[in-house]
């Protein structure tokens, strides 16, 4: 299942939500009596109001993915001293979540059960009748507080120090650690707040019919038969991103996380789509290696692959064993508790057995010999989100949208060159070194599952290519109902005319950011 916690879905602003809010929020108080140590009706609509629209936001955007949102009963997931709970009063919670079950909106799709998995709901009712009839719409989500935009984690440990690994696969626990109140956290937490009130404002979709998008959640679901159960949700309207650093170090990780998307296979994001306008996604090339080779003074030409370590018949950057064993050097590069294999799979794919391939990988950078196993693969991250934030603001600033995905960033098409430049410029003015950065291609709704080069070669073959003419017009508005991501821009572009736009656009300034 891939139910999402209710509390972990943007809330969500509009005239038909609010609306709805309100209905639930009166109802709750209809019977209010005033009285001697009894709070005032004004203070139990602040605490309500906002409960509310969190859970009738997260019901709604599960409603438009096909899925049910997960929905803790148990009072030990409110409790404030775990990092990881809800925020919420419990008891304040329960009042809505019974209100809203007395209302019929909403109907327990699975039972929790004790220490094993918590209650689903999904709406019911005059809600899901709602919701039917609003469609997919871009509604405002509410900015996220500054004290979530910074987390930091690490894994149950030992004694000794070393993570804790258990059952069959050794896997370890994650848990959140109280971030550290210093000047530099706040300071990261302005900038993110800055940046997330710019994504926010933004219609970031996908360019997909809805038969394509369909095909798409159950791909992403792993396949299965067109029920609810076998599809894999795209919230469009998780847009903010969230800073989380490591192994409880403020100096590792540090990557932005909890964009939609960041899920997507790389083959399909040039499906993605801001604003309505086709996008490019720029790469850089080979950028934990570099990182580590500028750490050490190495220098390494940018028009050099790092990713070609010798292996036979190596065609460069278009072989197609590149990818695979970039992801198996990154995986190197991040096992810092030395427990990674290359598989049997790897090993015939690129010609070689394990040993032989680490040879070859620490032969042509004898600079890893010392550093697999350590810290390094944490810490060419927390350099790679120092250049990630310069270069989202500095396009930011000139209401360029830039969406991260670690090393490498998408913006609208027109924007490719002003977006290869400041993150040439960035790398070098961190590391003083080259490096190459790499655009992939734009793809149509006709191009899901499409290999890059398959695109690029239907481009060539065709001139009229990217041309509109009449007739697709024509047809594109007689179905314009049937197509969400269309829709879904549709409401942005409305909203991005009222007086609601100018205000959230002037709610924060960039005068604390400084240079970048």
Known sequence: MNELRFDWLPPLSSPVMDERVQVVVDALLENYKSGRGVPSKEAYTAIYTPITRRILSSLYQSYNSYKSVSFPL??????????????????????????????????????????????????????????????????????????????????????DGTPKRTGKKKKTKKIHLAVPDTEEVQQQRQRLTWINNKLRQHCISID???????????????????????????????????????????????????????????????????????TIEVDYSGMALRIILALNNIPFAAEDDPYDIG?????????????????????????????????????????????????????????LKDRLGSSIGLETQYIDSQIAEAVMIELLKEDIVVLPIHDSFIVPAGYQQYLETAMSHFFKLRLGADIKVEAEVVKINDHLGWDNNDVIKAQEDDPTFG????????DKVLNYHQQLPNNYSSYWESWM???????????????????V
């Not at 220490?115 to 900015?143: C, D, H, S, Y």
């Not at 992801?327 to 794919?349: C, F, G, P, W």
């Open 311 to 367: 292996l036979k018949k190596w065609t460069g950057t278009s072989d197609i064993r590149r990818k695979p064993l970039k992801r198996t050097v990154n995986a190197l590069i991040n096992d810092q508790d030395s427990v990674y294999r290359i598989s049997k799979a790897e090993q015939k794919l690129f010609g070689e057995t394990e040993d032989s391939f680490m040879d070859k990988l620490l032969t042509q950078h004898p600079v």
């Open 497 to 515: 005319h009222t007086d609601e736009a100018v205000q959230v656009s002037s709610l924060l300034d960039t005068s604390f950011i400084g240079d």
């Open 208 to 278: 997909l019919s809805n038969e394509n998008l369909l095909k798409l959640e159950q791909e992403l679901a792993k396949g299965g038969e067109a029920d609810r159960d076998n599809y894999r949700s795209l919230h469009l309207q998780r847009v903010q991103l969230t800073r989380i650093f490591s192994r409880g170090e403020m100096n590792l990780g540090g990557r932005f996380y909890r964009g939609w998307w960041q899920h997507l296979p790389g083959k399909h994001r040039p499906h993605i789509r801001i604003d309505g306008k086709k």
């Open 467 to 474: 041309v509109v003419n009449a007739a697709s017009v024509r």
């Open 74 to 159: 148990h009072s030990r997931h409110y409790d404030s001293k775990n990092l990881q709970n809800i925020k919420f009063s419990y008891r304040h919670t329960m009042n809505v979540y019974n209100k809203l079950l007395e209302l019929n909106w909403i109907v327990v799709t699975a039972e929790g059960v004790e220490n094993q998995n918590v209650t689903r709901i999904a709406a019911a009712g005059g809600l899901e009748q709602a919701f039917k009839e609003w469609g997919l719409q871009w509604m405002l989500p509410e900015l996220l507080p500054e004290q979530d935009c910074v987390e930091l984690r690490d894994v149950v440990r030992n004694p």
